[in-house]
């Protein structure tokens, strides 16, 4: 139903508050849902957050999900801008769909585990954290490309992405020059897949593994973003 008595709504509040403590401005039923839109694009339209997708709040990933499109999008369409090819934008919604969608499936799981009443059966198995890589993209998607990197602290423990200008850089194991600013740091991707270096991109997704300045600038130039 749409809407509930207050009869009922003071039934579900007994244990905590009675018509004597307080009164009931209102009361609405609102249903939980998991939605992603087909297209996010429309010749120069695009859209983010909760036009493009809506998930239950059981992770508290809605706003977190639209602050990571708005992420991808919005140094895209610098580049764009700047002179790049219009075709980085067609990148957008396949890399933020897939990555939304993990996150809306974990949390219709996570909301039956929380919904269940009091006398119902506890889901079998352990719910675990996640970070879902970038759905299929700018760069590779080998454990590294499209992963989200750590927010490592550059000179004078300044943090990576202030220290960048909110641009790329490179973090690195060892030291390295770079056309990009380079950041010092361990990250445990490089060291599962044998990586010197990443470059990580505006939004704080790895764009691609890199071991010397030429992979860095021969990289850049690839994508069309040097």
Excluded at 131 to 141: H, K, T, Y
Excluded at 179 to 189: D, I, N, S, T
């Amino acid at each position: 139903p749409d809407q509930i008595s207050d009869d009922i709504v003071w039934q579900r509040l007994a244990r905590w508050i009675t018509p004597k403590d307080a009164d009931l401005e209102r009361s609405a039923v609102y249903n939980f849902r998991s939605r992603i839109a087909e297209s996010w694009r429309k010749d120069r339209v695009l859209i983010a957050g909760d036009a493009a997708h809506q998930m239950p709040p059981f992770m508290g990933q809605g706003m977190c999900a639209g602050i990571r499109d708005v992420g991808n999008l919005a140094w895209k369409l610098d580049h764009v801008l700047k002179g790049a090819d219009p075709e980085l934008l067609t990148t957008y919604y396949g890399e933020r769909q897939a990555n939304v969608r993990q996150f809306i499936e974990l949390s219709v799981r996570l909301g039956k585990l929380i919904n269940q009443s009091a006398a119902g059966e506890a889901p079998k198995g352990q719910m675990k954290s996640i970070w879902p890589s970038l759905g299929p993209g700018l760069g590779a998607r080998d454990g590294i490309g499209g992963e989200l990197a750590p927010q490592a602290k550059g000179p004078e423990g300044m943090l990576a992405d202030t220290f960048a200008n909110h641009g790329f850089y490179v973090l690195a194991r060892e030291p390295m020059d770079a056309a990009l600013p380079v950041v010092p740091g361990e990250w445990e991707k490089l060291v599962e897949h044998n990586a010197k270096a990443a470059v990580i991109r505006p939004d704080g997704y790895a764009l691609d593994r890199v071991d010397n300045a030429e992979e860095v600038e021969a990289l850049m130039s690839q994508l069309g973003l040097a």
